[in-house]
């Protein structure tokens, strides 16, 4: 029997077993079930990787400030240069959107995030390559907001695990019981602590126990684009209408969320290039005046562990089945998350407790309870 049974690799799933098997008051056993050892199909391989503290919920913000000093010391924890690259997010808000960002902006604020409201002249001013049209308010993050190289995070979490001895098996769990789990390939695999972290589909594992956890995956797409001339230094900006954009190496990767009725559960890991088309870039082009010459060079499409009940994470030990414990259902924001919720899985299962950071607002108790914790400032 193993101490600990993880299902799910990827980036969360191989946080929490590297964290716990790196903390001196373990010495049990920990294997980790992935479907995809190849991770060709991993929400963390497929990420754009950002991170940010520019969110609605002090929560979330305290999981990605841990995580941005997570990044900056990965060499030195992890061995592992990620790119980490800090030029920060810049939401931009109309009229109608102006009133929820200084509402956000006083809780970030409050948390002591290094985030400045920007009139329009001021955003100008700031950033001269952007046009102002429609924009009322804009939320730059000056620090602790950027991107980095997630699957390299992912890897390394990984190698590290195994490195200490955590065992990974290359199989899809298709059974579930409170403390067995039973595998495509006919074997069975017995723990005292199973550990949910299986992403977009966790929600299809938990329910092979009638477990009912609302999460599944949703398709996004990603499009890397060239330009003529680039605009000058740019941050991460997310547009009024929910339109992102970034500089990726000399080019520059964008994408959308999806129109209304055109988000279904579990669709095709296929790009949707209509979205380009009739979505992003249309929204780009306006919005930088540069970007009206992109030409799109190489796309690809990544599943959102999408929590349909609040877009937070869902973490902790289930209610009922103690020797379950959820990781899942981060929305978007999981990579980012990855090392504060690694560290807080392992001190819950190590101590019986969270000790340095409290999820427990994001425990599976509100589910059932129909309390949600929201999340304004998903993208």
């Known amino acids: 029997m193993f101490d600990v049974l993880i299902v799910g690799g ?67 924890l992890l061995g592992v240069d990620l790119g980490l690259k800090e030029p920060g997010y810049l939401f931009l808000a109309s009229d109608a959107g102006q009133p929820a960002m200084r509402a956000n902006h006083a809780i970030q604020s409050a948390e002591g995030c290094a985030v400045e409201l920007l009139e329009p002249a001021a955003l100008r001013k700031r950033f001269p390559w952007i046009s102002t049209e429609g924009i009322a308010l804009a939320s730059h993050g000056t620090a602790n907001e950027g991107w980095f190289d997630g699957p390299a995070l992912m890897q390394a979490f990984r190698r590290k695990a ?41 929600g299809e594992v ?4 009638d477990i009912a956890l609302p999460v599944e995956p949703r ?22 209408t929910g339109t992102w954009v970034r500089p990726e190496g000399r080019f520059y990767i964008g994408g959308t969320t999806p129109a209304e009725g055109n988000d279904p559960a579990g669709a095709p890991l296929e790009v949707q290039h209509q979205e380009w088309d009739d979505m992003v870039w249309p929204t780009l082009a306006n919005r930088v005046p540069a970007f009206e010459a992109a030409k799109v060079v190489n ?37 980012q998350q990855s090392p504060a919720v690694g560290r807080a899985v392992a001190e819950l299962i190590l101590h019986g407790a969270y000790r340095t950071l409290d999820l427990t607002p994001f425990g599976y108790e509100r589910i059932a309870a129909g309390r949600p914790v929201r999340e304004l400032n998903v993208v």
Request: hydrophobic fraction near 40%; charged fraction near 20%; avoid cysteine.
């Open 299 to 335: 796309a690809w499409a990544g599943y959102y562990e999408y929590n349909t009940f609040d877009q937070n994470g869902i973490v902790g030990r289930h209610p009922e089945v103690e020797s379950l414990v959820f990781a899942t259902g981060f929305s978007g924001h999981g990579i």
């Open 10 to 76: 990827g980036a969360m799933g191989s946080s929490i077993a590297w964290h716990l098997a790196s903390d001196p008051a373990f010495s049990g056993k920990i294997v980790v079930v992935e479907r995809d050892p190849t991770y060709a199909r991993a929400s963390s391989a497929l990420s754009a990787s950002s991170i940010r503290q520019q969110f609605s919920t002090p929560l979330n913000i305290h999981l990605s400030r841990y995580g941005i000093g997570f990044l900056r010391k990965a060499h030195q």
């Open 219 to 240: 398709r996004r797409s990603v499009f890397v684009f060239d330009v003529r001339e680039p605009p000058g230094p740019t941050p991460l900006v997310i547009d009024v």
């Open 206 to 209: 938990a329910a092979l126990a």
């Open 162 to 202: 195994r490195e200490l001895g955590v065992q990974y098996v290359g199989d899809e769990v298709v059974g579930l019981a409170p403390h067995a789990v039973a595998l495509r390939s006919g074997e069975r695999l017995e723990a005292k602590t199973i550990v949910l972290a299986a992403g977009p589909w966790s």
